[in-house]
């Protein structure tokens, strides 16, 4: 098995590399812009293409629906600023892990980390002259190190958080993305946006880049944590705070639009799941307020998942498009979809949801 895994991991080094990366050893020591390091840093490696091997995205093209060639089950993530929504596939960010672009004024960030299945949106710090992320080519935990090419600092994607550098410490300010499948997104937003294959770089955006990795039982870096109770890859969705650390498997779900609403240690949480649509959110059941709301599913009436006991109807970002509370939203619970192995890597031995 290590032979195997040995050679899995030198053939997707030279397909990264060959991605526009430039060669290195993994097992070298990190380039540091400083000794201090918020995570060990002997768990820090380098992935292979350096600082910018995998190029991000910094002049994004957007194209209608009708223009794209997306298959019905691809995943993308989904992003939703104002009222403009847009699509990012995993097809283009297995490429380039992050894209940087602006919406309505702001500026934002996407990144996606191929190989820990995980997909964020930040605000770049306010006071920053350059707002945008590159790849740093550094891991943690088999996920992606983002830089800010305002001061160098590293950031963990996973624990949203600079881990080294200026601005170590500093929380990263984040934004909504709901990660489905390509016609759970169209149905529910069928005037969004999607980023297009015109990126500028010559990439065969129809092939994966990591063989069979989404699927095996093979890592191409050590983590911090194992545990073998689900398959390495399978995607959850993982809720952590002080109270809770829980995941709900993505493909267990029942078809269809299904709401779990759970209690844990004061900690009031609303989870929207379904395995046909390829869908996972959670959030806050408890409002700012002092309300705690009762949710029920809502059954093909996308982008609406969920009503109230008060007559309020939700959407899959946790707005209230109808009902007295119109106009209001809920409180994210602190999650992730994820592959199981990265998410205990992090987040160790979890409770799993039994369905």
Same mark, same amino acid.
């Given at each position: ?11 997707v080094?030279?397909?990264?590399? @060959?991605? *526009?990366?430039?060669?290195?050893? &993994?097992?070298? #020591?990190?380039?540091? /812009? =400083?000794?201090? +390091?918020?995570? %060990? ?30 298959v ?7 992003v939703?600023?104002?009222?403009q ?7 283009i ?9 602006q @919406?309505? *004024?702001?500026?934002?960030?996407? &990144?996606?980390? #191929?190989?820990?299945? /995980? =997909?964020?949106? +930040?605000?770049? %710090? ?5 707002k ?33 550098g200026q ?8 934004e ?11 149905? @529910? ?6 980023? &297009? ?47 809770l ?71 899959i ?18 999650h ?8 205990v ?11």
């Amino acid at each position: 098995m290590k032979q195997i895994q040995a050679f899995f991991s030198v053939v997707v080094l030279i397909i990264i590399q @060959a991605c *526009g990366g430039g060669s290195s050893d &993994s097992s070298s #020591p990190p380039p540091q /812009t =400083s000794n201090e +390091w918020l995570i %060990p840093v002997a768990e820090v490696v380098d992935g292979g293409p350096g600082k910018d091997g995998i190029p991000a995205i910094d002049s994004p093209v957007f194209e209608s629906p009708i223009d794209t060639n997306l298959v019905n089950d691809e995943l993308v993530i989904g992003v939703k600023i104002g009222q403009q929504t847009y699509a990012f596939p995993h097809s283009i960010l297995n490429w380039h892990e992050i894209s940087n672009f602006q @919406a309505s *004024g702001t500026h934002l960030t996407v &990144s996606y980390c #191929p190989l820990t299945g /995980t =997909s964020d949106l +930040w605000i770049p %710090p306010a006071n920053a002259t350059n707002k945008t992320f590159g790849v740093s080519g550094l891991l943690y935990n088999s996920n992606l190190i983002l830089y800010d090419r305002e001061t160098d600092s590293n950031w963990s994607q996973m624990l949203n958080q600079a881990v080294n550098g200026q601005l170590m410490g500093t929380l990263a300010e984040k934004e909504k993305v709901v990660e489905t499948q390509w016609q759970t997104w169209l149905a @529910a937003y069928p005037d969004t946006q999607v980023l &297009s294959r015109q990126t500028g770089f010559n990439r065969n955006y129809d092939a994966y880049p990591y063989g069979s990795y989404r699927t095996d039982s093979n890592l191409l870096f050590s983590v911090a944590n194992t545990d073998d109770r689900l398959h390495l890859k399978t995607r959850v969705l993982g809720i952590q705070t002080s109270q809770l650390n829980k995941v709900f498997v993505i493909e267990d779900f029942p078809t269809g639009v299904n709401v779990i609403q759970e209690e844990a240690n004061g900690f009031e949480y609303v989870v929207v799941g379904s395995s046909d649509l390829d869908l996972a959110i959670a959030f806050r059941s408890r409002l700012s307020d002092g309300t705690l709301l009762a949710f029920t599913p809502v059954q093909d009436n996308l982008p609406i998942v969920m009503q109230d006991n008060e007559g309020n109807q939700w959407n899959i970002f946790g707005e209230a498009v109808a009902g007295p509370r119109s106009g209001e939203q809920l409180d994210l619970a602190s999650h992730f979809t994820a592959f199981w192995f990265a998410w205990v890597a992090f987040y160790p031995t979890p409770e799993i949801h039994a369905f």
